[in-house]
Nanobody, 127 residues
Framework: QVKLVESGGGLVQAGGSLRLSCTAS????????MGWFRQAPGKEREFVAS???????????VYSDSVKGRFTISRDNAKNTVYLQMNSLIPEDTAVYYC?????????????????WGQGTQVTVSS
């Protein structure tokens, strides 16, 4: 049974930082691209970042324009964990953040492409 468990959410002031973690079990982690999505109240779920599965060229990363330069996605295959380092947080980053896993060699930016999802962790940025 595949399970993704997020942690690290919380309340932070604007300009602050948080690091989200997502630990996977029940799958061959190194064969999966990992992604982070978020959903704010009253809005659709949106792509945040993705990291490709480990390949000969290393893990490729991609970000949405709204977080590029502020957020960093990384993975530790030895720990079956993907991270999202979030710096310079703004109130517009407030949302429930979800991690997702997709079997494949590329990175993926569309939520329907992903096979498995975590339960989400709340991030609240106060002004």
């Amino acid at each position: 049974q595949v399970k993704l468990v997020e942690s690290g959410g919380g309340l932070v002031q604007a300009g602050g930082s948080l690091r989200l973690s997502c630990t996977a079990s029940g799958l061959r982690f190194s064969s999966y691209a990992m992604g982070w999505f978020r959903q704010a109240p009253g809005k659709e779920r949106e792509f945040v970042a993705s990291v490709a599965a480990i390949s000969w060229s290393g893990s490729i990363t991609v970000y949405s324009d709204s977080v590029k330069g502020r957020f960093t996605i990384s993975r530790d295959n030895a720990k079956n964990t993907v991270y999202l380092q979030m710096n310079s947080l703004i109130p517009e980053d407030t949302a429930v953040y979800y991690c997702a896993a997709k079997r494949g060699d590329d990175y993926y930016t569309r939520d329907y492409e992903y096979d498995y999802w975590g339960q989400g962790t709340q991030v609240t940025v106060s002004s």
